[in-house]
């Protein structure tokens, strides 16, 4: 109502830039007291009792030293290898970041709640960004309450109803909420608020995010995190935890994925040195060694292996010895070989280059060592150690060797049967032969042919379906199919029990 009587008392042409600049800056300091006015009041009608309050803040003074101090330890050890230390901050820290009344000195957890409620008169606070930090306060309040005092009930919170008076949006409030369960290291609780929010209250908030959920040890929320937001990093600390988020979860070839497509070209040296390293500790990096790199990646990941290893077991040029033969460079690896050799003799990696050589042509073979090889080359096996277990070795018999393909061995097998019913079909036939006249002259009646078995390629089984004479089974097959089914106790067949009927042949469509 002031604002508007100041505006009109004064005359359109009479308003300079400056006068509307007072004028913008009295209106802001009036929605300011206002606000401070009206948060002061609603804390009086909730009866927060300030000694109830002044115990909270001192308890949260004393819990917020532990959570920082378990932050810096935490912080400090994740960032020996980083490019530079970074600051061990909460995200409250954040929320409001002129607050601060130092640089080494957070103002969270304020001191009283009238320091509390006086960030709104603060020209330097947003609104916005005072209303959200009262809100992280009251979340830890509520903490405070529900551990200390009795009778609450268990869907009672101080901070919901602050945030649905004076109209937080839900987004906001969850990704607060998120804020606060990250900051008391809850990381597996926070991980659905801040999945489920799409609001940006900080600058830079994703890699704030991403490097607790890494320092922490959570890292499959952090690269859920990384894989649902999306986001776009710019500076090298923040490239290298989303690189170690991949690595730390066993996903080398996504992480070199990574690093070529969401990655500055300018950045990309340094941080495949650095996804290399990681690998060498997370021992990955032989996985990583079978995957295609263009050529100057190669050149990086020999320096890497030749003259950049890290490690205190000094296996870099075996591992590149491995790069080279994977990569078909016999030459390199035999002469990086003999070098290896002078100075740490192995007989395994002596084995795995004969292994290998043995493989090649006899002039290529040549080639390769420098020397014509008057004898063939062996393969030859290190020693097994004596309490090594020997794996299982399957004896098969010489003639009966089983096919590895299925299509194969089915047309083994077929053709095995075919043969088999040929010969019982030419004795049938012989005995056939010797029977009395009447049957030789009912099967004279009815053309048959010899059964052969089934047919078992496309062309037979076309003849089989134009051929019109019928095929018969023999008298002794028929025979020796009554007597197995007489003794099985099969009765009631027409066919294997009709005793009467002699047919010599029975017709078979």
Not at 74 to 101: C, F, W, Y
Not at 285 to 300: G, N, R, T, V, W
Not at 329 to 334: I, L
Request: glycine share 4%.
């Amino acid at each position: 109502v002031v604002y508007q009587h100041l505006v009109q008392a004064q005359r359109p042409e009479d308003l300079t830039a400056q006068s509307r600049l007072n004028l913008e800056q009295k209106w802001q300091e009036i929605r300011r007291a206002y606000v401070h006015l009206h948060v002061t009041h609603w804390f009086m009608m909730q009866d927060v009792q300030m000694s109830v309050f002044s115990d909270f803040l001192k308890d949260l003074k004393h819990d917020t030293k532990v959570v920082r101090g378990e932050r810096l330890s935490k912080r400090q050890a994740a960032a020996t290898a980083m490019e530079g230390e970074l600051p061990a901050s909460l995200l409250v820290d954040h929320i409001a970041p002129i607050l601060n009344r130092a640089a080494s000195e957070s103002f969270y957890p304020p001191p009283s709640i009238r320091a509390l409620l006086e960030i709104f008169l603060n020209p330097d606070v947003q609104t916005d960004a005072a209303m959200n930090f009262v809100f992280y306060c009251l979340l830890d309040y509520d903490a405070y309450l529900k551990r200390t005092a009795s009778g609450l009930a268990p869907d009672w919170s101080l901070a919901d109803t602050y945030a649905h008076l004076f109209e937080i949006p839900p987004t906001t409030s969850r990704t607060i909420r998120g804020f606060w369960l990250l900051d008391k290291q809850r990381c597996s609780a926070a991980a659905p608020y801040l999945l489920g929010s799409s609001c940006e209250l900080v600058a830079n908030q994703d890699g704030y995010i991403l490097r607790m959920f890494y320092d922490y040890g959570h890292y499959a929320e952090g690269l859920q995190y990384l894989r649902t937001k999306d986001s776009s990093m710019a500076s090298l600390a923040d490239l290298a935890v989303c690189i170690d988020l991949y690595v730390r979860n066993k996903l080398p070839v996504e992480a070199l994925q990574f690093l070529r497509h969401g990655c500055s070209p300018h950045l990309q040296d340094q941080l495949l040195e650095w996804l290399l390293e990681g690998c060498r500790v997370t021992n990955q990096l032989s996985s990583l060694l079978q995957l295609p790199f263009d050529a100057h990646e190669e050149m990086l990941l020999e320096y890497f292996l030749r003259d950049n290893w890290r490690g205190e077991d000094d296996k870099g040029k075996d591992f590149l010895m491995i790069f080279f033969l994977l990569r078909h460079r016999f030459v390199e690896a035999v002469q990086l070989n003999a070098d290896l050799q002078q100075s740490r003799p192995s007989r395994a990696r002596q084995a795995l280059i004969d292994n290998y050589l043995c493989l090649l042509p006899e002039s290529q073979r040549a080639l390769v060592t420098g020397q014509v090889a008057t004898q063939p080359l062996r393969a030859t096996v290190p020693k097994t150690p004596a309490g090594a277990k020997r794996p299982h070795l399957l004896r098969y018999q010489a003639d009966r060797v089983a096919p590895a393909v299925p299509l194969l061995r089915y047309t083994i097998e077929e053709t095995s049967q075919a043969n088999a019913n040929a010969k019982r079909t030419t004795a049938a036939t012989t005995a056939a032969a010797a029977a009395p006249a009447a049957s030789v002259a009912s099967a004279a009646a009815k053309p048959t042919t010899a059964f052969v078995g089934p047919p078992v390629t496309p062309s037979r089984l076309t003849a089989a379906r134009q051929s019109a004479v019928p095929v018969a089974y023999p008298t002794a097959v028929t025979a020796l199919q009554r007597e197995a089914a007489a003794a099985r106790g099969a009765i009631g067949s027409p066919l294997l029990n009709d005793q009467t009927s002699t047919p010599e042949t029975t017709p078979l469509r």
